[in-house]
């Protein structure tokens, strides 16, 4: 674990700071006495929540403008950093117009350009987060726990133009590539479906899912879907990942694996005045379910919060930033 004179020495960069998982994270940075970040952002998106963070402030937070394709405006922030935790990746809902210009590119050559500079600089280590959308839909993996060794099957995602798990497939295999070329140290995180309080401005995807699970929608997150985990849990492991010496490889950040129609009954009955719909057999076919599927993070200290919580909290933020409205259900 680095030590209290460790984190007030050292900076550390976190790509994508102004997202949900980036916002946390740095949050979660701060709350650890991390006094020195260089935080990045696409140029031109709303940073001023960053300074709200409790203890955020000039001194210790430093906010660059980089779209992580401009590989000099990536080496300016990762410069005199020893850690790097690469957030910044695309993600939508939406199907996309040009899949390689909108959600590949970004998600490959913006890795790659992270890695670069952390190499370039001598970074100790790069905290990589990837995404169960790394690890499924992998149609092969029949009658088994999904773990870290499952990869997604590139082929049976673009014949459904599926775009995101390819892009994060492609980006994680293009790091651990780098990694192995150029001896980068890289640990890899992927976080199921996140959820919380949203400290952001705009509505993030993962929290779109419950928001439009909460007004009826009957979409089963076929492929996009393996668990839930509290995003708070996910920038604690994102940063125990960073201070642990024997952390490498890949690592499943969620708190359980089960089907999607499990969890939509689970938010059925914290929430019944919404119109929830009830899913009939399974959302994700053959899914085996898992209480401890994040066993190896767990084996490192990660304590999980109940997921339920998570949805308390983030249906509470949803209602206070104008995302959801007050349901009757009509069932």
Request: aromatic share 8%.
């Amino acid at each position: 674990m680095a030590s209290e004179a460790e984190k007030e020495e050292e900076t550390v960069c976190v790509t994508g700071a102004n997202g949900f998982i980036g916002t946390w994270l740095v949050k979660t940075l701060l709350d650890n006495n991390y006094t020195s970040i260089n935080a990045t952002v696409f140029p031109g998106s709303d940073s001023s929540h960053l300074f709200a963070l409790p203890g955020a402030g000039d001194a210790n937070l430093r906010v660059f403008e980089a779209d992580v394709l401009d590989s000099g405006a990536v080496s300016r922030a990762v410069e005199g950093c020893k850690g790097v935790f690469h957030v910044a990746s695309p993600c939508t809902l939406e199907d996309p117009v040009d899949p390689e210009k909108e959600l590949i590119l970004p998600a490959v050559q913006g890795t790659l350009n992270v890695l670069e500079a952390a190499k370039r600089f001598g970074v100790r280590r790069v905290v990589v987060t990837s995404s169960i959308s790394a690890i499924v839909p992998n149609p092969g993996w029949k009658g088994k726990v999904f773990d870290e060794t499952s990869w997604t099957d590139l082929e049976y995602c673009k014949s459904r133009k599926k775009w995101y798990p390819v892009s994060k497939t492609l980006a994680e295999k293009a790091a651990w590539e780098f990694a192995e070329k150029h001896g980068v140290d890289v640990v890899a995180i992927h976080p199921a479906t996140c959820l919380g309080p949203l400290m952001q401005p705009y509505l993030n995807a993962s929290c779109a899912v419950l928001q439009q699970l909460l007004q009826g929608s009957k979409d089963t997150q076929e492929y996009h879907w393996l668990g839930a985990v509290p995003v708070k849990d996910v920038a604690k492991a994102q940063v125990l990942l960073f201070e642990s010496p024997a952390a490498s490889g890949r690592y499943l950040c969620t708190n359980g694996i089960y089907q999607f129609g499990d969890f939509a009954e689970r938010v059925s009955k914290l929430f019944p005045e919404f119109p929830v719909h009830r899913f009939d057999g399974e959302t994700q076919p053959g899914l085996i379910p898992c209480k401890d599927a994040a066993k190896r993070l767990m084996d490192l200290g990660l304590v999980f919060t109940p997921v339920e919580d998570a949805v308390r909290e983030t249906v509470e933020s949803l209602k206070a930033k104008g995302f959801l409205g007050q349901h009757v259900s009509q069932s």
